[in-house]
């Protein structure tokens, strides 16, 4: 497929693990983006990157979000000591480049924090 | 700041035309409207650019007033595959951030 992938698609854990939820983006888009979405709301800014450095991270919500792209691809969100309050549809999205384009939208990961 | 939309939820009959509005209180540099159907990803619909510039489907057609920092989205001779929640995204000012903050939604149903 040529579209965003998201793994897990599911994802339930225990108030206080650690959580890693990973993002293949289309090939050759330069710009990956990290949003949430809870129930009846928009997707909320997290984090975008453009290639391999975090451009704008001032969505993340604390310190203990963190996400890394080493290789200007794949990208993985890390989450600590996960709490209820992050229950959350994650999404993930890629445009060619950053700002004035279109991005396209993975299918997300539910996060469950039970 | 978030955009807000409005109205919050549409009902239409097949055929019927609705425009959904997003309006901001900073300065905008682009808009973009996606549609999101329960369950689903967003799906791009439209991008809309300081200084006119304009990328998105055929059949779908908005408009970005710079100065009011307003868009609207219209959607004409609804079908039912329009059903979905509308949301707008907006772009800061600066032009070349790929940060989005989105609104709350619209809620549109076409019934037959």
């Known amino acids: 497929g040529a579209g965003v992938s998201q793994t897990p698609s599911n994802k339930v854990t225990e108030k206080g693990k650690y959580v890693e939820l990973r993002c293949d983006p289309i090939?050759?888009?330069?710009?990956l983006y990290w949003y949430r979405q809870s129930l009846g709301q928009g997707p909320e800014f997290l984090i975008y990157?453009?290639?391999?450095?975090?451009?704008?991270d001032s969505g993340l919500p604390n310190d203990r979000f963190f996400a890394v792209r080493p290789e200007g691809s794949v990208s993985t969100l890390k989450i600590q000591r996960t709490e209820r309050g992050d229950s959350a549809v994650y999404l993930c999205a890629s445009s060619l480049v950053a700002g004035g384009n279109e991005q396209f939208f993975g299918p997300g990961t539910r996060l469950t924090v039970l | 700041q978030q955009p807000v939309q409005s109205p919050q939820a549409v009902i239409l009959r097949e055929g019927e035309d609705a425009v959904i509005n997003c309006s901001s209180s900073k300065a905008l540099y682009s808009v973009h409207w996606y549609r999101q159907k329960h369950g689903e990803a967003p799906v791009f619909l439209m991008i809309?650019?300081?200084?006119?510039e304009q990328k998105g489907h055929e059949k779908i057609s908005a408009s970005f007033n710079e100065k009011k920092q307003q868009s609207s989205l219209y959607l004409t001779a609804s079908q039912l595959s329009y059903s979905g929640t509308y949301f707008c995204g907006t772009g800061g000012g600066s032009g070349n951030t790929g940060k989005l903050i989105f609104g709350q939604g619209t809620t549109l149903q076409v019934k037959p």
């Open positions: 090939s050759g888009h330069t710009a």
């Open positions: 990157f453009q290639g391999t450095g975090a451009a704008d």
């Open positions: 809309l650019l300081k200084g006119g």
